[in-house]
């Protein structure tokens, strides 16, 4: 089955992502971060608040970039 190139780029995308993924886990001293994670405790969740705040205006961003075509 011969593949689109859309198709190509979205699998090259998909193993690059996990590749870094892997390679970030095996860069990090996981027990230094879950050290910092149970210090943080409650306040875990206030630390992530600027991420999905950048991450809910970048989607409406790209949804007023390209509005629904009626």
Not at 50 to 66: D, E, M, N, Q
Request: net charge positive.
């Amino acid at each position: 089955m011969k593949r689109t190139v859309p198709q190509v780029i979205s699998l090259a995308a998909i193993v690059t992502g996990v590749v870094l993924f892997v390679v970030t886990m095996l860069g990090i001293d996981r027990t230094e971060t879950m050290n910092e994670v149970r210090r943080l405790g409650v306040l875990l969740p206030i630390v992530l608040l600027p991420s999905v705040g950048w991450h809910l205006l970048r989607a409406a961003g790209w949804y007023i970039c390209f509005p629904i075509e009626e």
